[in-house]
């Protein structure tokens, strides 16, 4: 019997997965507990629907990024901290701080985990940095710290 599990079975498959068991496993163990699903034209067109809708949403954010990209792709972005003598910071310009000079200046959100530092900022002066906005899209930003 072919089944549409909707939790991960041990040894068997992972949610989502359409597998082959025996029918007492089927209607004695994972039907009644809710862990999968008899395969049906319904459980077909719903997974065919879920499937669609999930690669419409993923075509909406990459769109979503690559307006974000346009928009800051190769920009400078100007951040007041203190400091003291020789240019060090007192503190440090952190990924939180950066992602609120981009929502400042370009309003769109930056989640800060999306900002790639290699170590917070301590000194003045301007630092190229990435901003993974997508999977595969990546703007390079010039942080001016003044």
């Not at 862990?35 to 319904?42: E, R, Y």
């Not at 459980?43 to 990209?69: D, G, P």
Request: glycine share 6%; net charge positive.
């Amino acid at each position: 019997m072919k089944v549409y599990l909707l939790e991960d079975v041990k040894s068997k498959g992972k949610k989502g997965e359409i597998i082959e068991v025996s029918e007492g496993y089927a209607r004695n163990f994972l039907i009644p507990r809710k862990i999968a699903k008899k395969v049906d034209a319904n459980v077909l067109n719903e997974i065919a629907n879920r499937e669609s809708s999930e690669k419409f949403r993923q075509q909406q954010e990459q769109k979503e990024a690559e307006t974000i990209f346009n928009k800051i792709d190769k920009k400078t972005f100007s951040i007041k901290a203190k400091s003291g003598t020789g240019d060090k910071l007192f503190g440090s310009v952190t990924s939180r701080e950066i992602a609120a000079a981009i929502s400042a200046a370009s309003g769109f959100e930056i989640d800060r985990r999306k900002i790639q530092l290699d170590e917070d900022i301590k000194k003045l002066g301007k630092y190229n940095v990435e901003v993974k906005i997508y999977t595969d899209i990546v703007a390079n930003i010039i942080v001016s710290v003044e």
